[in-house]
């Protein structure tokens, strides 16, 4: 099982950014997944449930970010609006256990190596 994560980058305050995460080496279309951040503690943003129609945001990033997945790309997306400083951290794709998230990041079997995004004048 492999996620690669891509998209992070500096980007001022108000700005916007897209995050990629590959995945191989499974059936993506079976796992819910997720985006975490770690800055410096880890935090789960967002998850969504195998087959797209459910998800879950944070009370910190909702109303800005949206994820979303294609499960014919096998690709997990996080578009991330209205970027505040405190975005900035090391965002990581996991892998759910199972069709639904879990709100425990211990139920995530895969990570990404993560990819950095700063936020700042």
């Known amino acids: 099982e492999r996620l690669v994560e891509s998209g992070g980058a500096l980007v001022q305050p108000g700005g916007s950014l897209r995050l990629s995460c590959a995945a191989s080496?499974?059936?993506?279309?079976?796992?819910?997944m997720a985006w975490f951040r770690r800055a410096p503690e880890r935090e789960l943003l967002a998850a969504i449930s195998a087959n797209g129609d459910t998800t879950y945001y944070a009370d910190s990033v909702k109303g800005r970010f949206t994820i979303s997945r294609d499960n014919g790309l096998n690709t997990l997306y996080l578009q991330m609006d209205n970027l505040e400083e405190q975005d900035t951290g090391l965002y990581f794709c996991a892998k759910s256990g199972g069709p639904m998230y879990s709100l425990a990041p211990h139920s995530y079997g895969a990570w990404g190596q993560g990819t950095q995004v700063t936020v700042t004048s």
């Open positions: 080496g499974f059936t993506f279309s079976l796992y819910a």
